[in-house]
């Protein structure tokens, strides 16, 4: 059983507006052509009767590939603003960049926002950290560290339980623990980046053997918070996180027994190819996967 991390899917309200962002302010070239996407496959995978959408890919120099989809209906739901970092589901998208300053620039002039607010540096290590959002209020986390190159560092997720999940992801997706951060007495640092009182976390870095990389964050304080429940696929944000799979049913199946849920409604086949469906950890909070 294999699985591949195709892509990062964000739920937007203007495709030109998203595609021009992510294009100036971070670097992901468009693939193709946008696609308008409708029809039975969509409403099964949805879960949205009368599902319409236009998609477009945009991919960086790493290989890095984010699906960006504007839904025309039903119409897009939910805040466009950042949510908290101990809010369970997806977070941030992260990336290591030369010059924080430079990068921050960029952003804003690309129509993001910057949260000055939320910049510190690491004693421990010197590394500065700082929170920006993109056009819909989805997080970007920027990080400048000694001796790192400029690249897309990791995708964030909250939960409550960093050996579950680590299971999970190992087993069903082929992700090997990596770097652990274990931060109960930096609040000088967390407390400013995470714009949060008392902060204590485990940060455990997952990673595949093509070195796409996953923060499972566990907030001991303040505790995680928000619905377990996934949240509708048409709702502003960073929402889905897609695989690729040779046995969509043995998947499934290890899935299932890892503690995860299969969505098995949305199973579907887009124009006569591979079926899709939308899988998550049961406790994985808000994010199909």
Request: charged residues 25%; glycine residues 8%; negative net charge.
């Given at each position: ?160 339980n960093v050996d579950q999940f680590m299971a999970f992801y190992g087993e069903v997706f082929g992700f ?114």
């Amino acid at each position: 059983m294999t699985a591949e991390f195709l892509h990062r899917a964000l739920c937007i309200d203007d495709l030109d507006r998203s595609v021009a962002f992510y294009r100036d302010g971070l670097g992901f070239a468009p693939i193709g052509e946008p696609k308008v996407e409708t029809g039975a496959w969509l409403e099964a995978f949805t879960g949205l009767p009368g599902a319409r959408r236009i998609r477009q890919s945009v991919r960086n120099d790493q290989g890095i590939t984010y699906d960006l989809y504007a839904f025309t209906d039903p119409a897009p739901v939910g805040p466009q603003e950042r949510r908290k970092n101990n809010q369970y589901g997806l977070t941030h998208l992260a990336f290591y960049v030369d010059d924080i300053d430079l990068w921050a620039r960029r952003i804003a002039d690309a129509g993001g926002v910057v949260f000055p607010h939320t910049r510190a540096t690491f004693r421990d290590n010197g590394t500065t950290m700082m929170y920006c959002t993109d056009p819909d209020g989805i997080r970007v986390e920027l990080m400048q560290a000694p001796g790192e190159r400029e690249r897309f560092s990791h995708s964030g997720v909250c939960m409550d339980n960093v050996d579950q999940f680590m299971a999970f992801y190992g087993e069903v997706f082929g992700f090997s623990p990596a770097e652990n951060y274990e931060l109960y007495d930096h609040g000088y640092f967390m407390n400013v980046v995470n714009e949060l009182d008392d902060v204590k976390l485990r940060a455990q870095m997952i990673r595949n053997p093509n070195k796409d990389t996953i923060e499972l964050l566990e907030m001991k304080s303040p505790p995680g918070f928000g619905s377990r429940e996934p949240l509708p696929v048409n709702q502003y944000g960073f929402r889905y996180l897609t695989f690729a799979v040779d046995d969509i049913d043995a998947t499934a199946a290890v899935l299932r027994r890892r503690g995860g849920r299969t969505l098995d409604v949305t199973l579907t086949q887009n124009g006569g190819g591979a079926p899709e469906v939308l899988h998550r950890p049961d406790r994985s909070a808000d994010r199909p996967i």
